[in-house]
């Protein structure tokens, strides 16, 4: 029972910690900042910040689940998996969805920055990037924890 609670609860935090940070790097960077020229594609320093956002958004999360399961390994280990399934099939998901339709269609000014970002379409390696920063993220917090 500990180890699903743990899961679960250090899965929610990760998730809770990652919208807010993409909240606020899209809120500080504002438009111009988040995409590159008038594409839906995002530009460098988008791409570093999520990257950054995904590997502390894995400390917080792996740093409540090490505490609840008081460091089982084994427990860290389904978490990791968990956010690498989820975040393959979201990838895979969004892919198919939103960059078929975004990948020629230029981004107007009058559109706003939400809107936008629902149309963002991502360079192909962050669905590998930024799974494997969080799951590194994950690990660290709990090899803190535990030593």
Same mark, same amino acid.
């Given at each position: 029972?500990?180890? @699903? *609670?743990?899961? $679960?609860?250090? #899965? ?7 919208? /807010? ?11 111009? +900042? &988040? #995409?590159? +020229?008038?594409?839906?594609? %995002?530009?460098?320093? /988008? ?5 950054? @956002? ?5 400390? @917080?999360?792996?740093?409540?689940? &090490?505490? *609840? $399961?008081? +460091?089982? /390994?084994? &427990? ?10 989820? $975040?393959?099939?979201? $990838?895979?998901?969004?892919?198919? *969805? ?10 107007? %000014? &009058?559109?706003?920055? /939400? ?7 991502? %360079?192909? #390696?962050?669905? #590998?990037?930024?799974? @494997?920063?969080? !799951? ?7 090899? !803190?924890?535990?030593?």
């Amino acid at each position: 029972m500990r180890t @699903a *609670i743990a899961i $679960s609860v250090g #899965f929610a935090v990760l998730g809770l910690t990652y919208a /807010w940070e993409f909240i606020l790097i899209a809120v500080c960077l504002g438009e111009d +900042g &988040t #995409f590159a +020229g008038t594409s839906y594609r %995002p530009s460098s320093a /988008w791409i570093t910040l999520n990257l950054l @956002a995904g590997f502390f958004a894995g400390l @917080a999360g792996g740093a409540v689940c &090490t505490l *609840i $399961s008081r +460091g089982r /390994w084994r &427990t860290i280990g389904v978490l990791c998996l968990v956010v690498g399934v989820l $975040s393959v099939g979201e $990838s895979v998901a969004k892919e198919v *969805i939103v960059s078929a339709e975004n990948m020629t269609e230029q981004r107007l %000014p &009058t559109v706003s920055i /939400w809107t936008s970002l629902g149309k963002l379409v991502e %360079p192909r #390696f962050m669905h #590998f990037a930024n799974p @494997a920063v969080t !799951i590194a993220g994950i690990i660290v917090a709990s090899a !803190i924890q535990r030593y």
